[in-house]
Nanobody, 111 residues
Framework: VQLQASGGGLVQAGGSLRLSCKVS????????IGWYRQAPGRQRELVAR???????EYAAYAEGRFTISRDNVRRTMYLQMNNLKPEDTAVYYC??????WGRGTLVTVSS
């Protein structure tokens, strides 16, 4: 299983980014997907996920600002992040089936 994340970068506070994660080697249509993040000195934490039965879940800090989605034809998952804050600075990781991880993409939000 391979996951290739992209879309990170440097953005000013209040800006937006869209992360993408291309997935191969697994039946993408039927697995749960998720985005996680890890800030310096902190543990990896859930940002948002969609379960295998289609239910979405967001961390409290992501609710209303971030949107997780998937394109089963393109085998790609997305995380749209709006109104970014400096505290959103972290390495963002994609995950499928609660087992497979991408390498991560760095998001830096300047104040």
């Amino acid at each position: 299983v391979q996951l290739q994340a992209s879309g990170g970068g440097l953005v000013q506070a209040g800006g937006s980014l869209r992360l993408s994660c291309k997935v191969s080697g697994i039946n993408f249509r039927i697995v749960g997907i998720g985005w996680y993040r890890q800030a310096p000195g902190r543990q990896r934490e859930l940002v948002a996920r969609i379960s295998s039965d289609g239910n979405s879940e967001y961390a409290a800090y992501a609710e209303g600002r971030f949107t997780i989605s998937r394109d089963n034809v393109r085998r790609t998952m997305y995380l749209q992040m709006n109104n970014l804050k400096p505290e959103d600075t972290a390495v963002y990781y994609c995950n499928v089936a609660s087992a497979h991880w991408g390498r991560g993409t760095l998001v830096t939000v300047s104040s």
